[in-house]
């Protein structure tokens, strides 16, 4: 069974400028996570969605947004880049069948902002 | 009250011995308890997991010892390898919301 994957492996931009990182959840998960991991700071939680709606936030300005996909796909979307964007932007997915607690994360974007 | 906090910090332990991570919590409403390990360029991988109706949990090498009362729950590795050298996160969620990670602790199993 393929895990969760995540485009791009890396990514560069500078300031100002727009990111989208996209993620594949697990085969039949429909619930998708994103988690920031900068420097310092550990895993901090940005966004939930779940059959295509976004269930929660984190403590994140409106620059950070996303969405779901019908096929449970989802893209982040990081707009007016500043240089503390730079991070490890982790996605998980989570099923409704089996271990429906667990959270299965992908390998990360690494997202460097200039 | 969301904060989940982790010590130590970093830890050396020999071949063979004994490495012991713990996690305390506040929010009583936490109802399951993850701990993920993670080497450098990847992302984090589930471990071993607990709920609280459980006080303790093995598999393999690696045992969840877990205290309701307390609010304190912490992962040992057993006999450590030099492959457990990772950083290692607890986590705390309810209701499949997010996960509170814990800030990590970064492992060294010395040959």
Avoid at chain 1, 39 to 66: A, C
Avoid at chain 2, 27 to 32: G, I, P, Q, R, V
Avoid at chain 2, 55 to 76: P, V
């Amino acid at each position: 069974e393929a895990g969760v994957t995540q485009s791009p492996t890396h990514l560069i931009k500078t300031r100002g400028q727009q990111a989208t990182l996209r993620c594949s959840p697990i085969s039949g998960h429909t619930s998708v996570y994103w988690y920031q991991q900068a420097l310092g700071l550990g895993l901090q939680f940005l966004l939930w969605y779940d059959e295509g709606e976004e269930r929660n936030r984190g403590n994140f300005p409106p620059r950070f947004s996303g969405r779901q996909f019908p096929n449970y796909s989802s893209e982040l979307n990081v707009n007016a880049l500043e240089l503390e964007d730079s991070a490890l932007y982790l996605c998980a997915s989570r099923g409704r069948t089996g271990s429906t607690d667990t959270q299965y994360f992908g390998p990360g974007t690494r997202l460097t902002v200039l | 009250q969301q904060q989940v906090k982790q010590s130590p910090q970093s830890l050396i332990v020999q071949k063979g011995g004994i490495s012991i991570i713990n996690c305390a919590y506040e929010n009583t409403a936490f109802d399951y308890f993850p701990w993920y390990q993670q080497f450098p360029g990847k992302g984090p991988a589930l471990l071993i997991a607990i709920r609280p109706d459980v006080s303790e949990k093995k598999e393999g090498r690696f045992t969840i010892s877990f205290n309701k009362s307390a609010k304190q729950f912490s992962l040992h590795i057993m006999d450590s390898q030099p492959g457990d050298s990772a950083t290692y996160f607890c986590a705390a969620s309810y209701g499949f919301q997010k996960l509170v990670f814990g800030t990590g602790t970064r492992l060294l199993v010395s040959p």
